[in-house]
Structures are given as structure tokens and as C-alpha cells.
């Protein structure tokens, strides 16, 4: 089993920058990927960004392209979401998921572990 706790969120101005934290304890070793998701109030669950086991590699939906940083520290078992120039639409539920294996991923449901989410709500 893996835990996710994540970290970070908080209410701020629109134009301001958060940096979300996911920290990751238990069997980490076999789930290398990590990524971040949202969700908005009524909306589905949706990809934000991923990285790979090394930190090589990673991947943003374009909603948050050139906005958001995702990066990892893997000796703290940790994940980052640098968020900056936020807008009122990024207002959500934000997500860790931890994969098995080590490549960037996606989909939800190529996720196999869940934390409990962080709120972000950014005002006008």
C-alpha cells in the first residue's frame, strides 16, 4: 500500500502562485509515476500533469501548460505542483496519484493509488 497526503493549497488572488506537495509513504518503491489531477465542483476528474519515475520525463494538459511546474524529490518521496499565474478557473480539489512502474501517465485510471486532495481556490 501507498499513502498520499497532499499539501499546499489555500485561497489566493488571482495572478498570485501556490506550490502544492504530495508526500508519499509505505511500499513507494514500485510506484514510480506520479501525477496531479483536479477536480471542479460538477466536473469530471481531469489530468493536470505527470512525471516520470526520474523526473526525466514529464507531461501537462495544455489547460496548464507553461503555467504549472510539476517536479519530484525523490530522497522525500515527495511530488511538487509549482502553480503560478493562477486564474479563477483553477479553482478545484487537487489530487496526487501514485502508478505502479515508471513512466509518465495520463488517464485516472492508470493510477493506482489516490491521495484525499488539497482545495485551491483562487479569487477574482
Known amino acids: 500500500q501507498v499513502q498520499l497526503v497532499e499539501s499546499g493549497g489555500g485561497l489566493v488572488q488571482a495572478g498570485g502562485s501556490l506550490r502544492l506537495s504530495c508526500a508519499a509513504s509505505g511500499r513507494t518503491g514500485s510506484t514510480g509515476a506520479r501525477g496531479w489531477f483536479r477536480q471542479a465542483p460538477g466536473m469530471e476528474r481531469e489530468f493536470v500533469a505527470a512525471?516520470?519515475?526520474?523526473?526525466?520525463?514529464?507531461h501537462y494538459a495544455d489547460s496548464w501548460k507553461g503555467r504549472f511546474t510539476i517536479s519530484r524529490d525523490n530522497a522525500r518521496n515527495t511530488v511538487y505542483l509549482q502553480m503560478n499565474s493562477l486564474k479563477p478557473e483553477d479553482t478545484a480539489v487537487y489530487y496526487c496519484a501514485a502508478a505502479y512502474g515508471v513512466g509518465v501517465r495520463l488517464m485516472p485510471f492508470e493510477y493506482d493509488y489516490w491521495g484525499k486532495g488539497t482545495q485551491v481556490t483562487v479569487s477574482s
Open positions: 512525471i516520470s519515475r526520474s523526473g526525466g520525463s514529464t
